[in-house]
């Protein structure tokens, strides 16, 4: 499974964007799909999942739950990330991740991953 991350820029605090993660080499409709971000020298984190294969479940860290809305195109094999009210806090590369096999939230659970996008929220 390849994935390809897009969508990050720099935008102004209480700002949207919106990630896409174009998947590949296997159905969407049958992964669960994650997104991860990561500020250098911090630890990768977990930031939103949604399930696959059929009845969709979807989770938020608390840091972005009601900002954020992740969503997918199983037609398309794309997933998205979108994030209002974007605040200088949500300054990281943002990654996908797909293919979970454990913890929904811990990186380790995800044999797949994209190349990762920048986001910079300026205040």
């Known amino acids: 499974v390849q994935l390809q991350a897009s969508g990050g820029g720099l935008v102004q605090a209480g700002g949207s964007l919106r990630l896409s993660c174009l998947v590949s080499g296997q159905k969407l409709g049958d992964l669960a799909v994650a997104w991860f971000r990561q500020v250098p020298g911090n630890e990768r984190e977990g930031v939103s999942y949604?399930?696959?294969?059929?009845?969709?479940?979807?989770y938020y860290s608390d840091s972005v739950k009601g900002r954020f809305a992740i969503s997918r195109d199983d037609d398309g094999n794309t997933a998205y990330l979108q994030m209002n009210n974007l605040v200088p806090e949500d300054t990281a590369v943002y990654y996908c991740a797909a293919g979970n096999s454990g913890s929904i939230f811990e990186v380790r659970s995800y044999a797949s991953w994209g190349q990762g996008t920048l986001v910079t929220v300026s205040s």
């Open positions: 949604s399930s696959g294969s059929g009845r969709t479940t979807t």
